[in-house]
T-cell receptor, first 114, second 115 residues
Framework: AQKVTQAQTEISVVEKEDVTLDCVYE???????LFWYKQPPSGELVFLIR??????QNEISGRYSWNFQKSTSSFNFTITASQVVDSAVYFC???????????FGTGTKLQVIP | GAGVSQTPSNKVTEKGKYVELRCDPI?????LYWYRQSLGQGPEFLIY????????DSGLPNDRFFAVRPEGSVSTLKIQRTERGDSAVYLC?????????????FGEGSRLTVL
């Protein structure tokens, strides 16, 4: 079985603040993939990043960065210098070896206040 | 088209009616997924197709739900004897990958309201 937990239901920050979205996952497999998706108010989920379980190197893409720690089964997402356009619901997701379905967390709604 | 297309975008029906939701994936994507998203929740897996066959239908809630993909492209999700609890946004996604490890490309969803 695979499970994704996003404990933060809603977060509000003021524009230009940094914010971290937490994601904790559960799987018994040694091979798995982790994802983050963004769902803006329009509703369409947009892929942000994919990491595999063998690559713990953190990644930075512009204002976005991801911290993958196998020891704590976490895959956290940080937005630096947040902007109003970052307001959306963010989903962490997991696909573990042997399963073909991607399991999503319940999402974190981020509101960036101007 | 360039992206995943879903029709209708909105569907209002009465309890007990039959509903069909259509998904047209990105051309060339062999993998197709249906998810259901209730208000305030994350997408919940329903079924996964690899080509024409349903490789995993473990997420279908009961036998009122059925999906087909006869030619390995367009898929239709069919719901019989709809219930109010079926109200949700039904999302379709497609992917190039064969093993669920690739990026999913989502459509905008079909919002189903059962009165």
């Amino acid at each position: 079985a695979q499970k994704v937990t996003q404990a933060q239901t809603e977060i509000s920050v003021v524009e230009k603040e940094d914010v971290t979205l937490d994601c904790v996952y559960e799987t018994r497999d040694t091979t798995y993939y982790l994802f983050w998706y963004k769902q803006p108010p329009s509703g369409e989920l947009v892929f942000l990043i994919r990491r595999n379980s063998f690559d713990e190197q953190n990644e930075i893409s512009g204002r976005y960065s991801w911290n993958f720690q196998k020891s704590t089964s976490s895959f956290n997402f940080t937005i630096t210098a947040s902007q109003v356009v970052d307001s959306a619901v963010y989903f962490c997701a997991l696909n573990s070896g042997g399963y073909q379905k991607v399991t999503f967390g319940t999402g974190t709604k981020l509101q960036v206040i101007p | 088209g360039a992206g995943v297309s879903q029709t209708p975008s909105n569907k209002v029906t009465e309890k007990g009616k039959y509903v069909e939701l259509r998904c047209d994936p990105i051309s060339g994507h062999t993998a197709l997924y249906w998810y259901r998203q209730s208000l305030g929740q994350g997408p919940e897996f329903l079924i996964y197709f690899q080509g024409t066959g349903a490789a995993d239908d473990s997420g279908l809630p009961n036998d009122r739900f059925f999906a087909v993909r006869p030619e390995g492209s367009v898929s239709t999700l069919k719901i019989q004897r709809t219930e109010r609890g079926d109200s949700a946004v039904y999302l379709c996604a497609s992917s190039l990958g064969r093993d669920g490890t690739g990026e999913l490309f989502f459509g905008e969803g079909s919002r189903l309201t059962v009165l």
